[in-house]
Antibody, heavy 120, light 109 residues
């Protein structure tokens, strides 16, 4: 059974870099049928798609975050990661990692989510 | 403001049928599959409906989805108290990638 587990600091200072990792179990991140992504949720912005990556390293980002976001994949560890530099309070949210069946489809499976607070 | 438009709230009594709407445009719902998610407080969303009207295994057939043009609907029949949750629609958008609705809070009276 697929499990997606987010990990990383729950508190990040303004202007620093938010870094999260998603560990995948129950499936290989190199499975050619799936894409892997990040979504965040906050009271003010609702659910917001951040970006998606394929096991080959091809990545796709939300236009609103494209200039700031980097998603990478480590097939040897069956993990993928999110980096968001220069964070502000507006980046405070619950961050979910997820699996998508197609590049052009919404999320099929979600991690449990991790709250990241941006505060000094 | 979310790209897909949902009513912020909906309600019904046990046993009733409730529908939740999701309005989009030709760049999202009009040309792609719609997904529906159920979310309880403090937990991750869970897929209720995928590809407009398909239910994952384990989702009761009380839940059904439909799509017409640039709008979609989620119907819940035989409403139960445990259906009280937030519901979100989502779709692929040609210009913005994956887009979500703002969510509908369902109250079982």
């Amino acid at each position: 059974q697929l499990q997606l587990q987010e990990s990383g600091p729950g508190l990040v200072k303004p202007s620093e870099t938010l870094s999260l990792t998603c560990s995948v179990s129950g499936d290989s991140i190199s499975n050619s049928y799936y894409y892997w992504g990040w979504i965040r949720q906050s009271p003010g912005r609702g659910l917001e798609w951040i970006g998606t990556i394929y096991y080959t390293g091809s990545s796709y980002y939300s236009p609103s975050l494209k200039s700031r976001v980097t998603i990478s994949v480590d097939t040897s560890k069956n993990q993928f990661s999110l980096k968001l530099p220069s964070v502000t309070a507006a980046d405070t949210a619950v961050y979910y990692c997820a699996r998508q069946r197609y590049r052009t489809s919404p999320v099929d499976d979600w991690g449990q989510g991790t709250l990241v607070t941006v505060s000094s | 403001q979310s790209v897909l438009t949902q009513p912020p709230s909906a309600s019904g009594t046990p046993g009733q049928r409730v529908t939740i709407s999701c309005s989009g445009s030709s760049s999202n719902i009009g040309r792609s599959y719609v997904y529906w998610y159920q979310q309880f407080p403090g937990t991750a969303p869970k897929v209720l409906i995928y590809r407009n009207n398909q239910r994952p295994s384990g989702v009761p057939d009380r839940f059904s989805g439909s799509k017409s043009g640039t709008s979609a609907s989620l119907a819940i029949s035989g409403l139960r108290s445990e259906d009280e949750a937030d519901y979100y629609c989502a779709a692929w958008d040609d210009s913005l990638d994956v887009v979500f609705g703002g969510g509908t809070k369902l109250t079982v009276l």
